[in-house]
């Protein structure tokens, strides 16, 4: 199958007033079109590294990044990024927050269309009511829902959330793996999560790539071959596969 996103052979070392630093040492990452990549690996091997060569804000030592059939020479403006703590523009709105991303890659879209758009997905997570708050009126995994519905607003080819879930409790992480869910179904696409979670990456993933080693390097790749519509129950409850 062809990959949306192919990273084959990368190799990187920061540059450090203490001469280099070695971080990647034989990253290799496939991504098939609409798929959800999940990226395990310790802290500081390089995972967030890996964000940005594939939202083209570094470029790496050596290997390739090709995304949609395109080696990645310089930043993107087809991706989307959600973070551990979303920032917000705190005077402007949760509706207004959720449609910056079309004022800045779709500047003559109509206000209405836009709007339009914003307010579907804010009610496909559930913020319907909440459109007119501002972001410091809302709780952390409301805040969390709005920043993916500004990640995804413009239709970016590819969704990148670097550990997105990581400062929530355990309840209001797990709410948001189904609203992730509901979000693939609607409207499908290739998503490259960073977690420390395991069932996070099992619960979400099509396939999980383990980094590890220092520097790192792909260690292996699963296939997550559980149903498509798997429940947060599997992951407690591993059932036996006939
Ligand atoms: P992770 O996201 O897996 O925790 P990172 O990709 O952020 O790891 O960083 C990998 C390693 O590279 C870490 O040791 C980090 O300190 C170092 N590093 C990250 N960015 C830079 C940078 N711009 N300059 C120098 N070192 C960096
Ligand atoms: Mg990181």
Redesign the pocket.
């Known amino acids: 199958m062809t990959k949306f996103i192919d990273i084959s052979g990368v190799h990187h070392a920061?540059k450090?007033k203490h001469g280099p630093?070695p971080?990647l040492d034989g990253l290799d990452v496939g991504v098939p079109k609409g798929e959800f990549c999940a990226v395990v690996?310790p802290?500081?091997?390089?995972?967030?590294?890996?964000t940005r060569l594939i939202s083209g804000l570094m470029r790496p030592d050596s290997g390739v990044v090709i995304v949609d059939g395109q080696e990645v020479t310089s930043p993107r403006k087809t991706v989307g990024m959600a973070f551990q703590n979303p920032v917000m523009l705190e005077w402007r709105t949760i509706l207004q927050n959720v449609m910056l991303p079309l004022e800045i890659v779709a500047p003559g879209m109509k206000r209405d269309a836009a709007e339009a758009r914003a307010m579907h997905l804010l009610e496909m997570v559930g913020l319907k009511g909440f459109e007119n708050k501002k972001p410091s009126e809302l709780s952390g995994g409301m805040r969390q829902r709005a920043s993916l519905c500004r990640a995804i607003v413009h239709k970016p080819d590819v969704l990148i959330m670097d550990e997105p879930f990581g400062a929530l409790d355990n309840f209001t992480r797990e709410d948001l793996w189904q609203t992730m869910r509901d979000l693939r179904a609607a409207e499908p696409f290739t998503c490259v999560l960073?977690t420390h979670d395991l069932r996070e990456s099992v619960f979400l993933g099509d396939q999980v790539i383990v980094l590890s080693g220092r520097p790192a390097r792909t260690q292996f790749v699963l296939d997550v071959d559980l149903p498509a519509d798997r429940t947060i129950d599997i992951l407690y409850e591993p059932r036996a596969v006939d």
Not at 43 to 50: D, E, F, W, Y
């Open positions: 920061y450090t630093l971080v690996g802290s500081g091997c390089g995972k967030s590294t890996l960073i």
